[in-house]
T-cell receptor, first 114, second 114 residues
Framework: DTAVSQTPKYLVTQMGNDKSIKCEQNLGHDTMYWYKQDSKKFLKIMFSYNNKELIINETVPNRFSPKSPDKAHLNLHINSLELGDSAVYFC?????????????FGSGTQLSVL | AQSVSQHNHHVILSEAASLELGCNYSYGGTVNLFWYVQYPGQHLQLLLKYFSGDPLVKGIKGFEAEFIKSKFSFNLRKPSVQWSDTAEYFCAVNARGNTGKLIFGQGTTLQVKP
């Protein structure tokens, strides 16, 4: 069974569209994250949720809105997509709060905005 | 702002060669340090970590890393690489007082020739 699963794996869309990426973890973890990997392979944290509560919100355009319906799910909705949003988006989870000893990552969603 | 630098972006080695990947971070306080690896077609996974104690830490598959506080470095080493070590390697830092926020380096692509 996949520990952290995100869908879709690939997403190709036009500028201006609205799209969502879903993430689910079956590890019983309390904390979930969204990371963005740019074309230079830098992984940058976007958001972190602990038990459905937002705890990290980096400088991300407000077109990006995370939603956590329960602690096993953290979805990412993106409005009015722009060319610069093209990247690989990784979901991750970790046990407990505070300093994560180990992050478990999903396989990534490659978003291409045309 | 905290940052992590990985100086080697692309490394090509022959099997049995020794490996050292550099990682430096910029933060004056106490840190937790990590190396993550992404094998082709697989998820990012934890290779090893340092929180406290012996600055020489050992991870999976024969990898080790040494934390040198005076140099703000956490270099990854392996005495003899195998073809199966071909992967992307990411150094990451979590500063104490910066709960849950893992800062990643740019990554190093390691290609091991059989």
């Amino acid at each position: 069974d996949t520990a952290v699963s995100q869908t879709p794996k690939y997403l190709v869309t036009q500028m201006g569209n609205d799209k969502s990426i879903k993430c689910e973890q079956n590890l019983g973890h309390d904390t979930m994250y969204w990371y963005k990997q740019d074309s230079k392979k830098f992984l940058k944290i976007m958001f972190s949720y602990n038990n459905k509560e937002l705890i990290i919100n980096e400088t991300v355009p407000n077109r990006f809105s995370p939603k956590s319906p329960d602690k096993a799910h953290l979805n990412l909705h993106i409005n009015s997509l722009e060319l610069g949003d093209s990247a690989v988006y990784f979901c991750a989870s970790s046990h407990g709060t505070g300093y994560p000893e180990k992050l478990f990552f999903g396989s990534g969603t490659q978003l291409s905005v045309l | 702002a905290q940052s992590v630098s990985q100086h080697n972006h692309h490394v090509i080695l022959s099997e049995a060669a020794s490996l050292e990947l550099g990682c430096n971070y910029s933060y004056g306080g106490t840190v937790n340090l990590f190396w993550y690896v992404q094998y082709p077609g697989q998820h990012l996974q934890l290779l090893l970590k340092y929180f406290s104690g012996d600055p020489l830490v050992k991870g999976i598959k024969g990898f080790e890393a040494e934390f040198i506080k005076s140099k703000f470095s956490f270099n990854l080493r392996k005495p003899s690489v195998q073809w199966s070590d071909t992967a992307e390697y990411f150094c990451a830092v979590n500063a104490r007082g910066n709960t849950g926020k893992l800062i990643f380096g740019q990554g190093t692509t390691l290609q091991v020739k059989p």
